[in-house]
């Protein structure tokens, strides 16, 4: 991303829904405005953070990646998460988001 995204990365809220469930998403466009979700429950519930739309022009695009568009982006680079609980957890959001549906149960 631009390196001017830094400031709209905390735009958002969070809401409850899955992130999975496209009637839940089309739900929370149209009651929250949000049109990007950070993650998808294999549980189908929780909250999960929605960021608020922001202007093209700003080349800031957050949005949740496919596991194809991932792995492209990734590109057989390796990602190492090294940290507490907190990394444990991103860690194993990144792992379903590249497939593995169980990672983190």
Known sequence: LHPGCG???????????????EAARGAAYRNDGI?????????GSGFTWGWDTTPSSTH?????????????QLNH??????????????????????GILDAGL
């Open 7 to 21: 400031v709209l990365v905390n735009h958002g809220k969070w809401i409850p829904v899955d992130g999975c469930n």
């Open 35 to 43: 049109v990007n979700f950070a993650t998808c429950s294999p549980t």
């Open 60 to 72: 800031c695009r957050f949005t949740q990646r496919s596991e194809k568009d991932l792995k492209k």
């Open 77 to 98: 680079r390796r990602i190492v998460f090294v940290g507490d609980s907190m990394l444990r957890n991103l860690y194993h959001a990144v792992s379903r988001q590249l």
